[in-house]
């Protein structure tokens, strides 16, 4: 099933375009990678996907429905969010802040506890389980945050699919957690939840993204496999820097080596 087909979507909801002419398709249970130098449009796009600032021309189908059709309910059910920030500032418990992603959902009191404590375990949150959430690590709140987005997708009886994004989700943590997440989002992406995600870790991305768009200054400058985007040449014209790709000694994935910075003389 197709979950997202973007066509020629291009984005000015304050005057300058943010986005300008961006086309892909996620499948269901495919995972797409973002990449770009700040303020390239990556958070723009999720912002669009997710429908929270209105196309200019183009158009966006979800789920082979146009976005802009489907009841907020309904997108809330199938569709969740991780911002760059996410700020609460309730004394909400841990757990508490992760049921916010049961909401939309009618699933019932038993079903809900068993997806709670499938996510924290994901996670690594269930010891957190009764800590106040203001009280938390930064690291913490960002794997508090994922638990609850997870839970606004996990496994569902009707069995539908779904979409997650990620807007920079591995900041604030640690190697370890970082490896914990990427299983979580196999995981995820294996019982047919689709994900787009922005990531600035280049290696990160390439050792589990099925595809990646390479965005600068709201333009798409590559699209497709992680071999493909992940090349010299990209990086040259998107971000102005010069690395060297070589093949991960184990995967055979793209490996990102940035060149030695020369000092000005």
Aim: hydrophobic residues 45%; charged residues 15%; negative net charge.
């Amino acid at each position: 099933m197709t979950v997202l087909r973007v066509h020629n979507a291009c984005a000015s909801p304050w005057g300058e375009p943010l986005l300008q002419n961006i086309n892909l398709v996620l499948e269901e249970g495919c995972i797409l990678g973002v990449i770009g130098p700040n303020g390239a449009g990556k958070t723009s796009l999720l912002s669009a996907l997710a429908a929270d600032i209105p196309l200019t021309r183009g158009n966006i189908q979800l789920f082979n429905k146009p976005l802009a059709q489907w009841n907020p309910i309904q997108r809330a059910r199938r569709v969740a969010v991780l911002p760059q920030l996410s700020l609460l500032n309730f004394p909400y418990t841990v757990e508490e802040v992760i049921m916010l992603g049961r909401s939309p959902h009618d699933t019932g009191a038993r079903q809900d506890q068993i997806i709670l404590a499938e996510v924290m375990q994901a996670t690594d949150t269930t010891f957190l389980r009764d800590r106040l959430y203001t009280q938390l690590s930064g690291g913490e709140k960002q794997r508090v945050q994922l638990a609850r987005v997870f839970a606004q997708v996990w496994h569902q009886p009707d069995d539908q699919a779904r979409l997650l994004l990620l807007d920079e989700p591995t900041a604030a943590l640690d190697l370890a957690h970082q490896q914990l997440l990427i299983t979580a989002l196999k995981n995820l992406a294996g019982r047919g939840c689709s994900i787009a995600v922005v990531v600035h870790d280049f290696n990160l991305l390439a050792s589990f993204a099925d595809q990646i768009t390479a965005l600068n200054g709201g333009r798409q400058i590559a699209y497709g496999t992680p071999g493909s985007v992940l090349t010299e040449s990209v990086f040259a014209d998107v971000f102005g820097v010069q690395v060297h790709i070589s093949a991960h000694p184990e995967s055979g994935r793209p490996l990102v080596i940035a060149a030695e910075a020369r000092v000005p003389q």
